[in-house]
């Protein structure tokens, strides 16, 4: 099985500048390509001023240099608990650990929280460092416009290309995160996972004439106008001109690029429905602010429930060989932070719960529809581990690595007697005029599902005894050689109703059929007219009533019509 990983990088066709820049000879920070690159960010960017950078975390670096430098009397600075370390540290080396205050996170954005309310309760005579988690922006103009007396700085490391702005505010049309007046600076990172990199790399933005001013020179050894001497305390974070030039033939290319993303994150969310993840609420996405659009950089998902610990999570989908990376961890969880005074009180919780739950999954811009629905089908099945749930596919069992499998026909028996004599069972009446035998012939899928008695050893569910015990439902997909149609049927345990397993044994079985047919077939399945429970189940799970025979719906999920989204 190939390992997915969480990111490769598309830098191939994007090399001929940058030999360009190596024949030249030009290949420190003097040459075309910074030229060149930074004019293309400024005009794509609609920003007035941008000095490429070394990296993400010295151009972060440099929004706490400007920030003391045009307001020195701030003394306080909020930042969000959960964000990458980067964001903290570059704060770090401009304030000490007592004038970093930690703001409560939002379960819904996992961004900082923006509520009106707790935005008044923050002190005045302070700065904010805003961070768009995964890519979700946060709507800067509108924190501005709640707290003018507050001056933000944005590290847009991870929203790169998101927009904010709200339409109602004449004088607010959408705009870049990072760019917008209402900030006082911000930074992006060019790091070789994110939407446009150059290996490593960064950039710094500002529309301020006299903080690009002061930036441009500690940036780059603080040079004065005459050689070798100095005014001021000053770094080197310049970018190469070989960068740069990774840089512009990339910006040459955006809308291929973004184009890209876009259709690994539509696809993404189109997997997700097909599963019934979404609707069913097992798994969340970020909400995103008002009056923001996000950006493509990490395609990350919520398991809502998520009882795993980050390793345990972790550990699960490397099993099944993809790659993915937890969100990141509240502020307490590193060392060297642990000490911080914060405003959050019980609202650590939210934080925990965030890195706990949410998983950033493979996003490289050139990942194939087969890879990712891999990825999806892991999560699919890591919500099934999560729910206990283990699945028996019957007729695995004389295909089972050669060797027939011990345990499923006597089961199989076992579990047909049950649903015999289930007397609240009027509506499943399959095996009512079959024998097991004779059913199995026709069937494309028979799958047994039973509530794992030990959560760790789901993914190995030979254990009959488990599966009656604990018996959950049963489903197939039988083809019937006169109508030349698959008819789907299902069966949940008495004791197991009401728990929501309906939704998820459908889906899973469904979903089993059409990867096994390539997406050929529709589904049918017959229910009686007076059971609306049955019918809002299969209604909500794209099946529609194609016909009616005397008491009975034919109804139909089109399988191409689940696949449409993604093809
Ligand atoms: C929010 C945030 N800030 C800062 C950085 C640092 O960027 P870099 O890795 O380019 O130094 C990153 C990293 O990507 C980041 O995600």
Known sequence: MERINIYNPNIAPYAKSA?????????????????????????IMKCKHVILMANGTCATHCLFLALKHAHPTITKIYVPNNAYVAAWNAALMEYSECQLSVMRMDASTWNICTDEEYIATLDPNAAMLVVHNVGNVVNVPRLKRLRPDMVFVEDNCEGFLGKYGEQEHDDDQPQYSGTSDATLC??????????????????????DDAIYEHISRVYSQGMSAKRYVHEVHAYNYRMTNVQAAFLYDQLCDLDAIIAQKTRVFDTYVALLNEHDLLRSGRVRLYEKEAGTQSTHWIFALRIVGNTKTVDETAAFFDANGIDVRPFFYPIHAHAHLSGLTCVIGDDDAV????????????SSPDMTLDEQRRVI???????????????????????HNGMPMPMPMPMLHQIVNIIKHDTDNLSFRYFNNRTIETAL???????????????????DANDANDAITDFIGYAHIDFD??????????????????????????????????IQTKY??????????????ALHLYEINKFEIVETRDTVYVMRRKCNAVSDGVM
């Open 481 to 514: 050689a006169v109508s030349n149609r698959h008819w789907f049927g299902i069966y949940i345990c008495k004791s197991q109703r009401g728990k929501k397993y309906g939704a998820l044994v459908l889906n899973d079985t469904i979903h089993q059929f059409c």
């Open 520 to 533: 050929q077939y529709d589904v049918y399945l017959s229910v009686d007219c007076t059971n609306m429970h």
């Open 351 to 362: 934080s925990v719960r965030l890195n706990q739950e949410i998983i950033m999954v493979p």
């Open 186 to 207: 911000s930074s992006v990172s060019f790091y070789g996972n994110k939407i446009i990199t150059t290996g490593e790399g960064g950039a710094f933005f500002t529309n």
């Open 19 to 43: 030999i360009d820049a190596i024949e030249s000879g030009w290949i420190s920070n003097h040459g075309k390509y910074i030229g060149l690159a930074t004019e293309k960010l400024k005009e």
């Open 441 to 459: 012939q026709t069937h494309a899928i028979t799958n047994v599902y039973y509530v794992a008695d030990d959560a760790n050893d789901a993914n």
């Open 377 to 399: 089908d892991t999560v699919h099945k890591f919500v099934m581990h999560l729910n206990g749930v283990n699945v028996q596919t019957i007729q695995d069992q004389d295909h």
